[in-house]
T-cell receptor, first 113, second 111 residues
Framework: NAGVTQTPKFRVLKTGQSMTLLCAQDMNHEYMYWYRQDPGMGLRLIHYSVGEGTTAKGEVPDGYNVSRLKKQNFLLGLESAAPSQTSVYFC????????????FGQGTRLTVV | KNEVEQSPQNLTAQEGEFITINCSYSVGISALHWLQQHPGGGIVSLFMLSSGKKKHGRLIATINIQEKHSSLHITASHPRDSAVYICAASNYGGSQGNLIFGKGTKLSVKP
């Protein structure tokens, strides 16, 4: 099994450009999450989804949008990238919200110049 | 105050040493997770526990629910154990997704 796959792994954007990060999981998990990881800070939740067709805001949602049209995919969009969005982005999935193991992707390193 | 606190932030050890990383949390939890992140790599789940102790190879994780404290131990440490170790709490009844993360402990094991 591939587990959780993120694409792309690296990207450099100019300020104001848009892009979409794709997260795909093959474990039939209901819950999917997007986090960002910045130096000196713990992972912070951007948006999450509790099932196909549903999304919800996390701790730091501003500047991001998400969609979950298919159960296996969770897309994170940046409509107008800003340097403050330079970060490493991680997608994760889990079968249930609590007391289940979370599986993480390999991360996407995004630089906005 | 962060809801999940780890100590130490950085740890350097010699190969073969016994290592302990600590995690304290202030929220009610349904489970406590220990994760490993190698430099430039993804995040891997090591343990998920809600009571007692779990062991996998040279890694041992313990949790004391009353004291809201968990520890990750590495016996006979090896340079390949060098990584960032992250503690995360599944917030019981929380609405903000699944996990609340500590800032991580960067471990470097010297040969």
């Amino acid at each position: 099994n591939a587990g959780v796959t993120q694409t792309p792994k690296f990207r450099v954007l100019k300020t104001g450009q848009s892009m979409t990060l794709l997260c795909a999981q093959d474990m039939n998990h209901e819950y999917m999450y997007w986090y960002r990881q910045d130096p000196g800070m713990g992972l912070r939740l951007i948006h999450y989804s509790v099932g196909e067709g549903t999304t919800a805001k996390g701790e730091v949602p501003d500047g991001y949008n998400v969609s979950r049209l298919k159960k296996q995919n969770f897309l994170l969009g940046l409509e107008s990238a800003a340097p403050s969005q330079t970060s490493v982005y991680f997608c994760a999935s889990s079968y249930l919200r609590t007391y289940t193991e979370a599986f993480f992707g390999q991360g996407t390193r995004l630089t906005v110049v | 105050k962060n809801e999940v606190e780890q100590s130490p932030q950085n740890l350097t050890a010699q190969e073969g040493e016994f290592i302990t990383i600590n995690c304290s949390y202030s929220v009610g939890i349904s489970a406590l997770h220990w994760l490993q992140q190698h430099p430039g790599g993804g995040i891997v789940s090591l343990f998920m526990l809600s009571s007692g102790k779990k062991k996998h190879g040279r890694l041992i994780a313990t949790i004391n629910i009353q004291e809201k404290h968990s520890s990750l131990h590495i016996t006979a440490s090896h340079p390949r154990d060098s990584a960032v170790y992250i503690c995360a709490a599944s917030n019981y009844g929380g609405s903000q997704g699944n996990l609340i993360f500590g800032k991580g402990t960067k471990l470097s094991v010297k040969p």
